[in-house]
Nanobody, 127 residues
């Protein structure tokens, strides 16, 4: 198992930047592909970004492409989400999740593929 703790969410003005971090417990962090998801009030949880076990493959939702960057540091057991040019519609609780995918270069974008989740961190973007 892996335990995940997100941090870095806060109130920011439109056009600003934030970096979210997700720290994982245990010595098997490199066994998991990692994903970021978000859920806005009254909406379903949606995929934001994913990174493969080896960090070599990434994927993004169309709504955040170019603006957001996912990365991981396997030595620090941490995955990051750099968010630039933030918009009010980016306001949501952001969750990181771990997926025990077999392939080092594989990842999933569907939330049901991720059995392990953090508690979430609130990002609020004011206009």
């Amino acid at each position: 198992q892996v335990q995940l703790v997100e941090s870095g969410g806060e109130l920011v003005q439109a056009g600003g930047s934030l970096r979210l971090s997700c720290a994982a417990s245990g010595r098997t962090f490199r066994s998991y592909a990692m994903g970021w998801f978000r859920q806005a009030p009254g909406k379903e949880r949606e995929f934001v970004a994913a990174v493969s076990r080896n960090g070599g493959s990434t994927d993004y939702a169309d709504s955040v492409k170019v603006r957001f960057t996912i990365s991981r540091d396997n030595a620090k057991n941490t995955v990051y989400l750099q968010m630039n040019s933030l918009k009010p519609e980016d306001t949501a609780v952001y969750y990181c999740a771990a997926d025990p995918v077999f392939s080092p270069s594989g990842y999933h974008t569907a939330s049901y593929e991720y059995p392990y989740w953090g508690q979430g961190t609130q990002v609020t973007v004011s206009s």
